[in-house]
């Protein structure tokens, strides 16, 4: 089954950008939805961005469009969101899911990697 795992946060400048990886350890990630989500201090988890099985098919949060993108590389297992023209607003902790379904509610995701931090300063 799908076991996700998150890399690439860390501390960037405002205006900067980052790269967050999705690997699956359990070499299945083409058959699933992945959808990155963020968690921001004392605010709820936020849908972020989701891409299909194939990559066909990306959506976006209105706060991010423009600025982030969502690829995926099956071959490799992986999983990428690229962030641009970072804000400060960015700054949360970071998830990818995995899902059978495409969806943007959280609790329609079935795995979860185990979070990557990012910082935006100001």
């Known amino acids: 089954q799908v076991q996700l795992v998150e890399s690439g946060g860390g501390l960037v400048q405002a205006g900067g950008s980052l790269r967050l990886s999705c690997a699956d350890s359990g070499r299945t990630i083409s058959t699933y939805v992945i959808g990155w989500f963020r968690q921001a201090l004392g605010k709820e988890r936020e849908f972020v961005a989701a891409i299909s099985w194939s990559g066909a098919t990306t959506d976006f949060a209105d706060s991010v469009k423009g600025r982030f993108t969502i690829s995926r590389d099956n071959a490799k297992q992986m999983v990428y969101l690229q962030m641009n023209s970072l804000k400060p607003e960015d700054t949360a902790v970071y998830y990818c899911?995995?899902?059978?379904?495409?969806?943007?509610?959280?609790?329609?995701?079935?795995?979860w990697g185990q979070g990557t931090q990012v910082t935006v300063s100001s």
């Open positions: 899911a995995a899902s059978t379904g495409y969806y943007s509610a959280a609790n329609m995701y079935d795995y």
